[in-house]
């Protein structure tokens, strides 16, 4: 099993504030400064592809993570 790069309260909070209704490119500038505040590196166009994916927000937590997990590249 592989080990989660984010917590919980983490990807929570994260989550709270996209719903807040930010536009595509606002969301995924938030998504590359949350991934760089962890050592991860993720590109502009990346992020506002799992921005735009179905389910990304209005599914479970764990989807999100997964989303966030798959495009996060280690620095």
Do not use: C, W
Not at 54 to 74: C, D, K, N, W, Y
């Amino acid at each position: 099993m592989m080990a989660e790069k984010f917590s919980v309260p983490e990807l929570s909070a994260l989550r709270s504030e996209l719903l807040q209704g930010f536009d595509s490119k606002d969301a995924a500038e938030l998504i590359q400064m949350f991934l760089a505040g962890h050592g991860y590196g993720v590109s502009a166009e990346e992020a506002r592809n799992a921005v735009a994916r179905a389910g990304m927000l209005g599914g479970s937590l764990e989807t999100f993570q997964r989303e966030l997990e798959s495009i996060a590249l280690v620095m």
